[in-house]
């Protein structure tokens, strides 16, 4: 089997949408060690706060402790290893025992020897593990934390090269939260067609699952910051902390605010997609919206 195959069959629980990138996380977190330390093993204590850090900023908005995906990742043939001190295999993916064991873990030698061989296999592991999980507006995000420079596909594979016209026209041209709508010589820039339903989670190329966002309010519907309600308000989440007037003004200002809406006769977004994005993707609880 290819790698590429290989790291994309990890087995994950995913039905029905739920997001579980948790295994994928690790795998990138290790593939960024890899390209800066080479094929040395990292004890579990060392990577702790790093994956813990990406698990909570760009898994699912529930909490999941980083010894999951360490421990059961090695359940996966031919891409993970698991070795305590003492030379055993993993204890578990309770914490105290993979601390106490000094548990470690590494890429598996054949999935080593053939990233040593091959330059090009490393940059095509993490895009498509990226691709596959994540939004792309969260893709330089997540090279960034685990040290890697990659450039994220301008399309991602499979995406309907109308949907962004079609949504930007359906909204006209404009963010359906704050209203920017700038242009350049002709040509709109800053406006994104941001999909409520990743497409990595069966988000269909459909006006009924766009939402024409600005730069900044895409990477913030996408991180989980922003949301919507089902009669479609803009919500912000509590955990979002605002300090500069501009921050406030630009987010926390919009809770409670409705949310454009496209062109007459053209589809909202669905409810469904907006209660997979309420349950997957945004940071609970919402703010209060601020008194008049």
């Known amino acids: 089997m290819e790698w590429v195959e290989r790291v994309l069959n990890v087995r994950r629980h995913s039905r029905d949408g739920v997001r579980a990138p948790h295994k994928p996380l690790l795998l990138l977190y290790a593939l960024g060690r890899f390209h800066d330390r080479g094929p040395r093993a990292i004890e579990f204590a060392a990577l702790e706060d790093d994956l813990g ?76 593990l990226l691709d596959a999980n994540f939004a792309p507006s969260l893709h330089a995000d997540i090279c960034q934390m685990i040290g890697l420079d990659l450039d994220a596909p301008v399309l991602p594979a499979g995406r309907d090269p109308a949907f962004r016209p079609e949504v930007l026209e359906a909204y006209e041209f404009s963010c359906a939260f704050c209203g920017y709508d700038g242009w350049l010589e002709g040509i709109a820039v800053g406006l994104d067609a941001a999909h409520v339903r990743w497409r990595t989670y069966g988000g269909p190329d459909r006006l009924d699952n766009g939402i024409c966002l600005c730069a900044l309010h895409h990477r913030l519907f996408d991180r989980g910051v922003m949301g919507l309600t089902g009669d479609r308000v803009i919500t912000v989440s509590r955990k979002y902390i605002a300090r500069a007037p501009a921050s406030h003004r630009q987010v926390l200002d919009l809770a409670g605010r409705p949310v454009r809406a496209p062109q007459a006769g053209l589809p909202p977004v669905e409810a469904r997609h907006i209660e997979w994005h309420t349950e997957q993707v945004f940071r609970r609880p919402a703010r209060q919206p601020r008194a008049a």
């Open 53 to 128: 850090r990406l698990l909570r900023e760009f898994g699912p908005p529930r909490p999941t402790s980083p010894g999951y995906p360490f421990h059961h990742l090695a359940n996966d043939d031919g891409l993970w290893q698991v070795t305590t001190a003492d030379g055993g295999g993993s204890p578990g993916p309770g914490l105290g025992a993979l601390r106490s064991t000094r548990a470690s873990g590494r890429l598996h030698p054949d999935l080593a020897a053939a990233l040593e061989r091959d330059p090009e296999l490393l940059p095509r592991l993490v895009r498509a």
